[in-house]
């Protein structure tokens, strides 16, 4: 019985407008923010073929690019792999240097000399169309198309720094588990909040298709028809976010094979359920009991929007935000000062859900008893007087 | 299945809108009519335990309504209004009402059931699909699917056409042969066609409790209309003003 309750609430949920919404806002900000991350800042450093000074410059607490002082870098390189005879290529969060044929090397030859013949004093705008037909010609995704050479050709740190940084991580997080905490600092903030666009019409849906009378006076108890479209409904967001754990375990899997490092395949996995898990249970423990309570979606969504607000501040991990906020790619030396606050919210966080979903039990099975009775008074009673 | 009502009443704020209702009802179809406002769907609504009354008691068979776990194991209810997930097919309806009843059917049983109110050909139909009618029927059907002793039914024929009136006065008649059937409807005609017994509320009181024949009985012909014989309408019409 619960079974089927559990089974007919993740087939509505998986063939509903809503879980579009959670699904689209998932990959997008997914895509956007976590493998941005990862196309911005690469996962390993590789040296330098030419002199890349740290071009970036601090205003305030921002970091600021001078394009234009790319262009010797980037006639630097065109010139070394002119002579090396292979190019920098970018393939998803890899870069690996492929060898060039005679057209391509006749390419460039072109452009380093249309460089030199203007002395280095061509405006930007013409740099970028030398620069955007040299990455056409060497077949795209290159260290010179516009989408990656400030990455390519302007590191934030030097290259001994970053080396470092990456071999700490290496060692201490098989690549993955840092990555990991990125993605459920991300995935974190979109399912702390859409979330609830699945959960918040769980049992209005049963009044607003007319279900609810005849529901409620079937022998189920509450327990079972509650808790068997809680697990539905969480069930439902984590197979979304466990699917893009998958993708990303893919694409680091593509990155060992290419470097040789190894990496854990359970990292992604692991975070989806000790970080995640908690967030998408207390979205749905409280929307269910709000839902129950003012008998309507809206004020669950603006409950948990004002919530969110407050939680996604990245400033600390106290026990009062239900996200965990941890933006960077750090080895776990770095993260392991925060490990015991961020167990601790975790645990907090999980044991509240279940309180509320209990509580949400208590409060759908006295609504089925009561239906004149609670936030709706006033509307039942006026109800009542027309049609009893 | 007897079903009791010991001075029920039911209060909203200052507003008694049911006052000390006594009655008794055995197996059988029996009628509760009674116009609107007379407290009909308040009564219904407190018998399937979906709101709780101010004073009184309720039994089936000696079990208080109270006891809502046990008085829903008893208890098949469909409402004025309802309807159903759209996209669920007639099937999947009965099929998921079947595990709400906590009971498990295989395919054959849903089918043998869906047989029964006449949509065993549109199995796989979606229910946004369905006409009021056909959506009246299976609202029957998922209200039987537990098997319940007692099915109270709020005017199921409200909004329909003379065939589906038929088809639905028809199967609450096959129900009621071995169950206790409680039909609350403001059209006389159906009460006329298919029960033996009513019971007739206005203004919150039980103004009649016997059965259709003793009531007609009750209106005598008027003497200026000696060639008309008074029906069962004549006979509410006059219970209503009295009151």
Same mark, same amino acid.
């Given at each position: ?9 993740? *087939? ?9 919404? $959670? ?46 002082? $790319?262009?010797?870098?980037? /006639? ?39 460089? =030199? ?14 620069? =955007? ?131 854990? /395949? ?16 207390? @979205?749905?423990?409280?929307?269910? @009991? ?30 009062? *935000? ?9 080895? /776990? ?8 606050? &961020? ?18 039990? *208590? ?26 | ?69 046990? &008085? ?90 003379? =065939? ?28 006329? $066609? ?50």
């Amino acid at each position: 019985m619960f079974g089927k309750i559990f089974f007919k609430e993740l *087939k509505y949920q998986f063939t509903s407008l809503t879980i579009i919404i $959670l699904i689209v806002s998932t990959f997008l900000f997914y895509e956007t923010q976590f493998i941005g991350d990862l196309k911005r800042d690469w996962v390993k450093p590789i040296s330098p073929r030419v002199e890349t000074e740290v071009l970036w410059a601090k205003e305030g607490d921002a970091l600021t690019l001078n394009s234009e002082e $790319l262009i010797k870098p980037v /006639y630097d390189n065109m010139k070394v792999d002119y002579e090396v005879g292979n190019t920098l290529k970018i393939k998803g969060i890899n870069r690996v240097y492929e060898k060039i044929n005679h057209e391509q090397e006749t390419v460039l030859k072109e452009a380093i000399k249309e460089i =030199e013949d203007e002395s280095f004093n061509i405006d930007y705008g013409e740099f970028r169309i030398i620069r =955007e037909r040299v990455n056409k010609a060497l077949g795209g995704n290159t260290a010179y198309s516009e989408e990656y050479f400030t990455s390519c050709f302007a590191s934030k740190k030097p290259y001994e720094v970053e080396k470092k940084e990456y071999e700490a991580i290496l060692k201490e997080d098989m690549v993955t588990n840092s990555y990991a905490r990125l993605f459920a600092d991300y995935i974190g903030i979109v399912l702390g909040f859409f979330m609830v666009f699945v959960t918040g019409f769980t049992f209005v849906r049963d009044k607003r298709y007319g279900s609810n009378e005849l529901i409620y006076t079937k022998e189920i108890s509450s327990l079972k028809y509650v808790g068997g479209k809680y697990l539905a409904d969480v069930l439902t967001a984590l197979i979304i976010v466990l699917v893009v754990a998958g993708h990303a375990t893919w694409l680091f899997h593509g990155f060992s094979k290419i470097t040789g490092d190894s990496i854990s /395949y359970t990292a992604f996995f692991k975070y989806t359920i000790l970080w995640i898990l908690p967030t998408i249970m207390f @979205v749905a423990s409280l929307s269910y @009991v709000l839902q129950v309570i003012f008998d309507n979606g809206i004020v669950p969504i603006i409950i948990q929007f004002i919530y969110w607000m407050y939680s996604i501040d990245i400033h600390n991990n106290q026990i009062t *935000k239900y996200i965990i906020r941890f933006n960077e790619i750090a080895p /776990y030396s770095q993260f392991q000062p925060l490990e015991h606050t &961020i167990f601790v919210n975790r645990i907090f966080y999980t044991l509240l859900s279940i309180v509320l979903l209990f509580v949400a039990v *208590k409060l759908w099975d006295r609504k089925r008893g009561m239906l004149d009775d609670g936030f709706k008074i006033i509307k039942n009673y006026c109800y009542n007087q027309k049609e009893f | 299945m007897n079903i009791e009502a010991i001075n029920l009443t039911k209060d909203y704020g200052s507003n008694r809108v049911l006052d000390n209702i006594n009655l008794n009802i055995n197996k059988g179809l029996h009628g509760l009519l009674g116009p609107n406002g007379a407290g009909k769907t308040t009564f219904m609504r407190i018998l399937s335990t979906l709101i709780p009354k101010t004073s009184g008691e309720v039994y089936f068979d000696g079990i208080s309504v109270e006891n809502k776990k046990e &008085i829903r194991k008893i208890i098949g209810y469909l409402p004025q209004e309802f309807s159903f997930y759209p996209n669920f097919t007639v099937y999947e309806i009965l099929d998921y009402f079947a595990a709400l009843s906590n009971k498990k059917l295989s395919r054959n049983e849903i089918l043998d059931k869906l047989e029964q109110v006449h949509l065993e050909h549109l199995f796989k139909v979606k229910v946004k699909t369905l006409s009021a009618g056909m959506k009246r029927r299976l609202g029957i059907a998922v209200s039987m699917v537990g098997e319940p002793q007692v099915l109270i039914v709020d005017e199921p024929t409200v909004g329909l056409d003379p =065939e589906e009136r038929i088809k639905i006065r028809n199967m609450l008649s096959d129900i009621g042969k071995d169950r206790t059937v409680l039909l609350s409807t403001h059209v006389v005609e159906d009460i006329a $066609l298919s029960c033996n017994t009513l019971l007739v509320l206005n203004k919150g009181k039980v103004v009649y409790d016997g059965t259709v024949k003793s009531m007609i009985e009750q209106e005598s012909p008027s003497l200026d209309a000696e060639l008309v014989s008074p029906t069962l309408e004549d006979a509410y019409m006059k219970f209503i003003k009295e009151v």
